[in-house]
């Protein structure tokens, strides 16, 4: 019998383009070797050209949802993404607490990058005064970074400073990544025994118009390396590469900004399959 694949929970809206949101989520999971479940925060109405109406699903359905998920299957990893509203946020909040899963991975989705708020203010309420104490590490951008602190976040060691509060805040872990900074740059920072350590991840900056849904498929790809026993720091690093690679091998897609290719190894062993047939006879 085959042995079964770490399964991570990812709890967030839909995007009916799949760049992000659950469905993306699930493509993420897959891509790495884990089976995804999956639970609605919201309904959205959006294409590439941005979010144009949110719908946060109703809270007790949501619940629900979640418990029956934590019931059936052993959950190995988490990963939260867009709320929606304070009651949606309350609910999910009240799961991880009651379930103590591992590995939950937070990633603090505020605002769509066409400027519509994706979470109320008892969402972000709840978000800075529970889910950040709840989970292993949390992932903003330096816009959320920036928003959750107060601070202002425009270089690494500003970044530096807004992980730091991050952490006087309850966040255990934190990774500010920098993808809308000139240089591509994400600092973890996580506590030891030692005290607070961090470290700085480079990397170029890829000149693509398919960049939606990056902060998802990050997040999600650090969940499922959790998920496989790796540490933080290489599952960070990997996380890195896995989003860089997803970058430069999308297509076209819309008439705004694009997708990242989730499967992109999936058709990169199709073309090696098609192009190396077995020998006939």
């Known amino acids: 019998m ?16 799949s760049g992000a949101g659950v469905t993306a989520d699930i493509k993420t999971i897959a891509a790495h070797g884990c089976y995804g479940v999956a639970c609605i925060t919201a309904l959205t109405v959006q294409s590439t050209m941005g979010v144009r109406r949110v719908e946060p699903i109703d809270a007790r359905l949501v ?8 019931s059936d299957v052993d959950i190995a990893a988490v990963h939260v993404g867009m709320l929606a509203s304070g009651k949606v946020a309350r609910a999910v909040a009240e799961f991880l607490a009651a379930t103590k899963l591992p590995n ?12 519509t708020h994706l979470v109320d203010a008892a969402g972000m ?15 903003p951008n330096v816009d959320e970074a920036s928003a959750l602190t107060g601070l202002k976040v425009t270089d690494p060691e500003q970044m530096r400073a807004a992980a730091q509060r991050l952490h006087e805040m309850g966040a255990a872990a934190v990774v500010v990544t920098g993808g809308h900074l000139d240089k591509a740059i994400d600092l973890l920072s996580f506590t030891t025994k030692r005290g607070v ?3 700085l991840f480079k990397s170029v900056r890829l000149k693509s118009n398919s960049t939606h849904g990056t902060g998802c498929a990050f997040s999600t790809s650090i969940a499922c390396h959790l998920a496989m026993g790796r540490g933080l720091p290489e599952a960070v690093l990997l996380a890195k590469a896995y989003v860089s690679a997803a970058i430069s091998n999308a297509h076209p897609l819309g008439h705004g900004t694009g997708p990242v290719h989730h499967l992109y190894r999936m ?3 199709r073309r090696v399959i098609a192009g190396d047939p077995e020998p006939v006879g």
């Not at 085959?2 to 383009?17: H, Q, S």
């Not at 939950?104 to 400027?115: C, T």
């Open 125 to 139: 309420r709840l978000l800075i005064e529970e889910l950040l104490l709840l989970a292993d590490v949390v992932t």
């Open 104 to 115: 939950i991975v937070v990633d603090p989705i505020l605002k769509s990058s066409s400027g």
């Open 197 to 199: 350590e961090q470290e």
């Open 63 to 70: 619940a629900e949802t979640l418990a029956e998920l934590a």
């Open 267 to 269: 058709h990169q062993q």
């Open 2 to 17: 085959a042995v079964a694949p770490p399964v991570v929970l990812t709890i967030a809206g839909f995007d009916p383009g």
